[in-house]
């Protein structure tokens, strides 16, 4: 592929190409998130990791008159090559871009998405560029103006409203599904991956936006260690979920860390609900995303007691029964060491703790303690 797309013929394919590949009318809610390795049985091109759809987003702000589209692949982008990223959008008529390509004439044989429609389609392509194609008025509209952003293994773009009117849906009624394509061309077997699998799933709409910071433990201030370590948080509400991005700094160089909503943010912690895992790189910097409740409507309830599942008999061991309780909510977050040699290779005290998936790791390493035990920040986030 020429990436300069130099002649009209080329813009025409690769828009064409953009369509083929989006929405169903599924009532999901944004954002979808895809199985890693689950290329199409029907696609023929390269199983690289850049065309293994992790995560894909379209978030409508209505106030500012912008759609961003977002996506995670399962590894970095190549920028070089002539891969493309299409983001189909139904506004209503989604049929129509379904009939168009992956069912009819034009992308050929073997047919494929019946449950993926679309009537619009952004195209990202891997070398910056961006396009847009209307099903129901046919011809491709290079979009100059639109700045992608390629870091890593994230391609994301925002693009005006007015390209989107609606074609009987509501705003919040639009759908979409993300799919990456091997190369410009308008053969199903390019199509590399469907996310979410041959359906759609709901636009976000931009709602309420929280911000604040993780700072050093009281365990691990108190020992004199960490120095300097902190967190960045970020959440938005997306659909009926938020999106929690946590960045990490000033910790020890590639070392794992454990992330835990809590109702306390200091010992003895109350209830709390493990997450997931921060990896530190060579810097001690780390990020990562969590999809979830993480708002006022994050909490633990139990209405009554019964048996438990018990896998570990460690100096932790899995409780047997559960303790009933009523709604506790849950606000804070904090993050320990995944090991307590990794913490004592930081200079901070050996202690074993519960706060991993085995119950076998290390102090708190940071947590949300300026703040008052019962004003955790997750509370300003209303969904």
């Known amino acids: 592929m020429n990436p300069t797309l130099s002649s009209r013929a080329r813009i025409n394919l690769l828009a064409l190409a953009a369509l083929a590949c ?11 998130i895809d199985a890693q390795g689950d290329f199409l049985s029907t696609y023929t091109g390269p199983r690289d990791a850049d065309l293994d759809a992790r995560f894909a987003n379209v978030v409508i702000d209505p106030k500012a008159a912008t759609v961003t589209v977002s996506a995670s ?24 871009g379904r009939d168009l390509v992956f069912r009819g004439a034009l992308g ?12 619009a389609a952004i195209g990202l392509l891997a070398n910056g560029q961006a396009v847009f194609f209307d099903a129901l008025n046919p011809g491709v509209v290079p ?11 994230e391609i994301s773009a925002t693009v005006p409203l007015s390209l989107l009117p609606s074609l009987g849906a509501e705003l919040k009624d639009y759908r979409f599904n993300f799919w990456p394509r091997s190369q410009v061309s308008l053969a199903n077997t390019t199509v590399a991956d469907f996310a979410p699998d041959n359906e759609d799933t709901r636009v976000g709409m931009a709602g309420r936006r929280t911000a604040f910071r993780m700072l050093r433990s009281a365990r691990a201030e108190a020992a ?3 120095g300097g370590a902190g967190a960045d948080v970020t959440i938005r509400s997306e659909g009926g979920v938020e999106v929690m991005d946590v960045s990490v700094h000033g ?19 109350g209830l709390g609900a493990y997450l997931g895992d921060v990896e530190t790189d060579r810097r001690g910097q780390g990020h990562q995303r969590f999809v979830g409740r993480f708002s006022s409507e994050t909490f633990t309830v139990a209405p009554g007691s019964g048996l438990a599942p018990v896998l570990h008999h460690n100096a932790f061991p899995d409780a047997q029964l559960n303790p009933a309780t009523g709604p506790v909510h849950q606000f804070h977050l904090g993050l320990w060491f995944n090991s307590s040699a990794d913490a004592v290779r930081a200079g901070c005290p050996g202690d074993t703790t519960p706060f991993n998936g085995d119950h076998q790791a290390g102090i708190q390493a940071l947590s949300t303690r300026q703040f008052g035990d019962a004003q955790g920040p997750l509370q300003a986030m209303k969904p």
């Not at 989006?22 to 979808?32: D, E, F, N, V």
């Not at 692949?73 to 983001?87: E, N, Q």
């Not at 047919?111 to 009537?119: C, L, Y």
């Open 143 to 153: 979009l100059p103006a639109v700045t992608v952003n390629i870091a890593g293994d």
């Open 251 to 269: 910790l020890p160089p590639q070392t794992s860390f454990d992330l835990f909503v809590l109702q306390l943010p200091d010992a003895p912690f």
């Open 108 to 119: 050929g044989e073997p047919k494929i998405g019946s449950g993926v429609r679309w009537d």
């Open 224 to 226: 004199a260690c960490l």
């Open 73 to 96: 692949l399962a590894g970095p982008i190549d920028k070089t090559s002539g891969k493309f990223y299409v983001f189909g959008i139904d506004r209503g008529r989604g049929e129509v």
């Open 22 to 32: 989006l929405g169903t009318s599924a009532a999901h809610a944004a954002p979808s």
